[in-house]
């Protein structure tokens, strides 16, 4: 069963042009992240919720935003997505608190960007 | 902040040989250390982890050894076969402090 849901898997969008994604978990976890991976590299922590206190990494532009409006539910808002922002964006949930313990990852969304 | 450096970058193995992967952090603080396996086009999966402290951890082909001491771990897959081949992630972190992912270690096992 599908544990961390992420929608849609496959999007394209044009330069400029807003972009949400969004991931849904089932497994009531207080942790939700967001992350960016491109082709080859580690993924790089956007931000991350632990229950409603958002926590933003420092280099995460501000091109990229987030929502959280309930446990289950977690959106990335791209308000002006560039060439540079095309990658896959994997969420991540985990129980808490933050470092202790196991992340469960989404199957990503991977982002084209004309 | 933390920083984790891991190596090799690339290995090729024959299948049924050993492998080995190996990470070093910075942080003596850092207390908990999941490995990754992220096969081409899906998520990145828990292989194993291991708490600080253990000083080893097994589960059939895979374990994982940790010095503290060194600020060093370490994963070894044992009778490796080709759908082991995959890119490996290894990453730290403590309480409070998100995961700190290692670069990839990407792994070939020939048949």
């Known amino acids: 069963d599908a544990m961390v849901i992420q929608n849609p898997r496959y999007q394209v969008t044009q330069f400029g042009k807003p972009v949400t994604l969004s991931c849904s978990q089932t497994?009531?976890?207080?942790?939700m992240y967001w992350y960016q991976q491109k082709s080859s590299q580690a993924p790089k922590l956007l931000f991350h919720y632990y229950d409603k206190d958002f926590n933003n990494e420092a280099d995460t532009p501000d091109n990229f935003q987030s929502r959280r409006p309930n446990t289950s539910f977690c959106f990335l808002d791209i308000r002006s997505p560039g060439l540079g922002d095309a990658a896959m964006y994997l969420c991540?949930?985990?129980?808490?608190?933050?470092?202790?313990?196991?992340?469960?990852f989404g199957p990503g969304t991977r982002l084209t960007v004309l | 902040g933390e920083n984790v450096e891991q190596h090799p970058s690339t290995l090729s193995v024959q299948e049924g040989d050993s492998a080995v992967i190996k990470c070093t952090y910075s942080?003596?603080?850092?207390?908990?250390f999941p490995w990754y396996k992220q096969e081409l086009g899906k998520r990145p999966q828990l292989i194993i982890d291991i708490r600080s402290n253990v000083g080893e951890k097994k589960d059939q082909r895979i374990a994982v050894t940790l010095n503290k001491t060194a600020k060093h771990f370490s994963l070894h897959i044992t009778e490796t076969q080709p759908e082991d081949s995959a890119v490996y992630f290894c990453a730290a972190s403590r309480r409070n402090t998100p995961l700190v992912f290692g670069k990839g270690t990407r792994l070939s096992v020939i048949a």
């Open positions: 942080d003596s603080a850092s207390n908990y």
């Open positions: 497994l009531n976890h207080n942790v």
């Open positions: 991540a949930t985990s129980v808490g608190p933050l470092g202790t313990d196991t992340q469960y």
